[in-house]
């Protein structure tokens, strides 16, 4: 198809994918180490609690994206179903929508950045904007796919449009 579109989707997916196995790698190794420290030595890692709290958004934004990239995101099939050839023109309104709703939804989350990057994390130091960021890029992120699936949605399906176009000549024989 375009390029451009396939390589933007295939960096957003790099990008998350590369989030996703390091922040779920990172929280095991840590998790991992410290129950060990427990059983073995009675003690833990003051921070170890802190960082999966704050790598958990990392996670869910990042698998979130990916699951919209894929098509495995909730949907809403009964009404699409139903209206035929017009399906496409509805689909891809409907995907201009969830975009401007999730740049609204970033919009909105800004005075929340704002504040949260004067609260600081009581033993790693780190604010609380990085969480904040981060559901902010994702919804951005998922803007971004939502506006890249419209050339596919608005494309014509030629087996769809053969096969509706082969039942009205049959009814017409």
């Not at 802190?50 to 099939?77: D, K, N, R, T, Y």
């Not at 992120?141 to 449009?161: E, G, M, N, T």
């Amino acid at each position: 198809m375009n390029t451009f579109i396939d390589r933007t989707h295939w960096v957003i997916g790099l990008i998350c994918r590369g989030i996703l196995y390091s922040t779920l790698t990172i929280m095991f190794v840590i998790l991992t180490a410290n129950v060990g420290l427990r059983y073995a030595m009675g003690t833990s890692l003051s921070w170890a609690s802190e960082l999966p709290e704050l790598l958990f958004p990392w996670v869910i934004m990042s698998g979130v994206v990916l699951g919209a990239q894929h098509g495995s995101h909730i949907a809403v099939v009964i009404l699409t179903q139903k209206l035929g050839a017009s399906r496409r023109w509805v689909l891809a309104f409907g995907s201009m929508i969830v975009a401007v709703l999730y740049l609204g939804l970033c919009w909105a989350a800004w005075p929340l950045y704002e504040i949260a990057a004067d609260e600081y994390t009581p033993m790693l130091g780190v604010p609380g904007s990085v969480t904040v960021g981060c559901l902010m890029g994702g919804f951005v992120l998922l803007a971004i796919v939502a506006l890249l699936q419209l050339p596919s949605i608005l494309r014509p399906q030629p087996d769809a449009d053969e096969a509706e176009n082969a039942h009205h000549s049959e009814a017409l024989a």
